[in-house]
């Protein structure tokens, strides 16, 4: 890459105020550097600035076409009566019609290609033990597993919850419920017991797979026993059964009817399972994520549409080769694990790693050490990640052999220019491209995002991929002039667009398509520049982004409220210079509590309780009051404004 505006990048400070975060704020605002491919990078592509330009006039005219070519590449056993099916729009229906299993795409027909005996996964865990698996011996593993939950009763249209960690096992979990025409529904191995029996809930599993522990930055972590205690409160038909994957060692009850080892079942299991024909819209999984306002939503995605979307843009903008080792570094359990840890690569044929562990641990080099022990070609992570390894300088990444990179990529929060900058020079060497890409949970595939191929801008996500349509439009729904922020939105249908809200139609429709009827409201504020480039600025609605994990101001506040000591609370994002954004908390206590260090701790500890250690409230304020309107909610504006300094903005309408 040739940086043809060439200013040195700003060195990082570490910002230990507001006012120098939201510097990098403002900085994001006013980027300007431009970077052009370099001629390797235009002659080895895949796909060339000519055939990408094509291939956005093609998908403009028809995109119809265009999706009905990319679901061509793959296999069906019965194809579509039409390509989209949108009478009963929003709820749009992908190659009606037409049958498949992911599950087909992703292992079963590579059995009968050279991909057979060639790498599909690469798993290492915390304490550097490591296994590797062909595609033969993944779907081994895969089949004996699949009628393993056959024998347990689970069978098409179920649900199965996977709460793991980064496991060999936590793929083949998800393939084998997959392949058997359940739907699986991961929970981060980090969730407490509570957000697990929520999720169990309203999944309505049949059967929760597990491990008995895990490794995490050093320490052992215990598995089964949050199961067990997230079990004791289910509804009465859930988790009919579990099973517990050996990892790490720890002491583990097991409950005689209910819960059964791995090994034990597939010891016993045959070899080979039948792959369910589904049809292209039954559902493939569930992943539930925070919203704006109440208990987080599970999000459904299918089988067909989604295996489209995320075949073609893994394919396009990771620019696949045979010869690529590819490591995204997000958790399984999140959407970016699902679609581009484990669906993306398989259904390409590649070889993708997965680590169990802590990105520092056992010291700030294990990334890197990674890289140069597999010899990583394209490495996809998120901005806090790049952030933090920032921190310990360019040391690390020095004294280790970073040479087979040729690809980087970005996910999940806006990444600041000097964060781009960095991974871009010190660990790409400047001539790997940083592929920033947004999409979400719902959408299931990148939606906006750079080609290799591509000019790219620090700090921007660039163009929609061909095939996908988005606009900025302001309040009343008209598109915004360049330089404007404005609502992002998707203003054509795409095959891998979430199938529904589980078990709730009514907030898929309310939440998404509601504000602007016929167009996707995907809930981030962005801004168009002169040349059409997309620059994300964040959420609109009251989801924080923290570290890359969206998790709803209403959850904590909730979680806040459940104490005994508080009796209302509001939560806001405010700027941090490694997490992108962290909580914190304004808390009006009950009559007889005063605050205190220890308080403040307790409730900590309380929020980590009730929701997991992913959902950290950073600091905790004890106002005399909360801003409130006339009708009594509280506005999360103000205290922010007042937070960071700037000015409150009209406050006619509110309680004084
Ligand atoms: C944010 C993660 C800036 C955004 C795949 C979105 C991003 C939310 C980017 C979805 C990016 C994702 N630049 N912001 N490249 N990618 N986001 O569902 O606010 O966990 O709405 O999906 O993350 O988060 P989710």
Redesign the pocket.
């Known amino acids: 890459m040739q940086n043809s505006d060439d200013k040195p990048g700003v060195p990082l400070r570490s910002a230990t105020s507001n006012e120098e975060a939201q510097g990098a704020i403002d900085a994001l605002l006013h980027e300007e550097r431009v970077f052009r491919p370099l001629p390797e990078t235009l002659s080895r592509a895949n796909i060339s600035p000519h055939q990408l330009a094509e291939a956005r006039e093609q998908a403009d005219r028809d995109s119809l076409a265009y999706w009905e070519e990319a679901a061509e590449e793959l296999e069906w056993f019965a194809k579509w009566d039409s390509v989209l099916d949108d009478s009963n729009a929003p709820f749009y229906r992908w190659f009606p019609g037409a049958q498949c299993n992911i599950v087909h795409n992703a292992l079963d027909r590579h059995i009968e290609t050279a991909n057979k005996n060639k790498l599909a996964l690469i798993w290492e865990g915390e304490p550097g033990d490591s296994r590797t698996f062909t595609y033969y011996e993944l779907y081994r593993h895969v089949n004996k597993f699949a009628n393993a939950l056959r024998s347990l009763g689970i069978s098409r249209g179920d649900r199965v919850i996977v709460y793991m960690p980064p496991l060999p096992e936590t793929i083949i979990a998800m393939l084998a419920v997959a392949k058997i025409g359940a739907a699986h529904s991961l929970v981060f191995a980090g969730f407490s017991a509570k957000a697990l029996r929520d999720r169990i809930n309203d999944s309505q599993a049949k059967c929760v797979i597990t491990a008995d522990g895990f490794y995490r930055n050093g320490r052992v972590v215990h598995l089964k026993s949050t199961v067990d205690e997230a079990l004791a409160g289910v509804c009465e038909t859930c988790a009919e059964s579990m099973v517990v994957v050996h990892r790490a060692n720890v002491e583990t009850d097991m409950q005689e009817g209910r819960d059964y080892w791995y090994e034990d079942l597939v010891r016993q299991a045959r070899p080979y399972a039948e792959t369910e024909v589904m049809d292209a819209s039954d559902p493939l999984f569930l992943l539930h994520?925070s919203g704006a306002t109440g208990k987080p939503k599970g999000i459904v995605h299918g089988h067909g549409g989604y295996m489209v979307g995320v075949h073609r843009t893994f394919s396009w903008v990771f620019d696949i080769k045979p010869t690529d080792l590819f490591w995204c570094t997000a958790d399984p359990g999140?959407?970016?694990g699902h679609?581009y840890g484990v669906y993306g690569p398989l259904l390409n044929g590649a070889t993708t790693v997965l680590y169990e562990g802590h990105p520092l641990y056992p010291q700030a080099d294990r990334v890197w050490s990674t890289v140069e022990r597999y010899g990583v070609t394209i490495l996809y992570t998120v901005?806090t990640l790049i952030r933090m390894l920032m921190r310990f300088g360019d040391e690390y990444p020095r004294m280790r052999d970073l040479s087979t990179l040729r690809l980087l990529g970005?996910?999940?929060?806006?990444?600041n220019p000097e964060a781009w900058v960095w991974f871009h020079k010190v660990i790409g060497k400047g001539d790997c491209p940083l592929l920033?890409?947004?999409?979400?949970?719902?959408?299931g595939m990148f939606m906006?995002?750079p080609l290799p191929v591509s000019l790219l801008k620090p700090g921007s996500?660039t163009k929609p991929l061909p095939g996908v349509e988005v606009d900025v439009y302001d309040e009343n729904g008209h598109p915004v002039p360049p330089g404007k922020g404005g609502l992002l939105v998707v203003t054509k249908p795409w095959p891998s667009m979430m199938i529904d809200v589980y078990n709730d139609p009514e907030r898929y429709k309310e939440t998404y398509w509601s504000k602007f009827p016929g167009v996707y409201l995907?809930?981030?504020v962005a801004r168009k520049d002169e040349d059409g480039y997309i620059w994300?600025q964040?959420?609109a609605d009251d989801?924080l982004?923290i570290a890359?994990?969206?998790i709803g101001t209403a959850e904590l506040e909730s979680a806040l409220a459940s104490h005994k000591a508080v009796a209302e609370a509001a939560v806001i994002g405010i700027p941090d210079a490694i997490k992108g954004e962290v909580a914190k908390a304004f808390v009006l206590l009950n009559q007889d509590w005063e605050p205190s260090h220890q308080l403040t701790k307790e409730l900590k500890e309380h929020i980590r309780r009730e929701l997991g250690p992913v959902a950290v409230v950073k600091t905790i304020a004890y106002p005399d009051s909360l801003p409130k309107t006339r009708s009594g909610k509280i506005v999360r504006r103000i205290l922010k404004a007042q937070e960071l300094g700037q000015d409150v903005g009209d406050t006619s309408t509110l309680e004084h």
């Open positions: 994520t999140w959407i970016t679609s901005p970005s996910v999940g929060e806006p990444i920033d890409t947004w999409w979400q949970t719902e959408t906006i995002s996500v995907a809930g981030d994300i964040g959420r989801v982004v890359g994990h969206r």
